[in-house]
């Protein structure tokens, strides 16, 4: 497994947080969206923050494919939406 970090901004829940998370290696060759989704998956099973879903408004790498930003909006329990940008990158050692 690889170490991966997702630093998000997002509405009411406290600015900005860094997530750590572990994936398989070669994570970030896949396509931004699934990275965002697997990224997002792994954060909600650690956090224990009950459900949560999200609409993307954008997700895309850098040239070098090793950053993966996106924005849009979280969505916990239904009617509680807030709006988020995040940065997926490899976690250095």
Do not use: W
């Not at 009411?12 to 989704?37: C, I, N, W, Y």
């Not at 954060?43 to 954008?58: K, L, P, R, S």
Request: net charge negative.
């Amino acid at each position: 497994m690889t170490k991966y970090r997702m630093t998000m901004m997002h509405g009411k829940r406290g600015s900005e947080g860094q997530h750590d998370f572990e994936e398989e290696p070669g994570l970030l060759k896949h396509s931004a969206m699934t990275v965002l989704r697997r990224s997002l998956a792994a954060v909600e099973a650690a956090e224990g923050i009950g459900h949560m879903d999200f609409e993307a408004n954008a997700a895309m790498k850098n040239e070098d494919k090793t950053v993966v930003t996106a924005m849009g909006c979280l969505v916990f329990h239904g009617e509680d939406r807030q709006p988020f940008v995040a940065f997926i990158s490899e976690r250095a050692s």
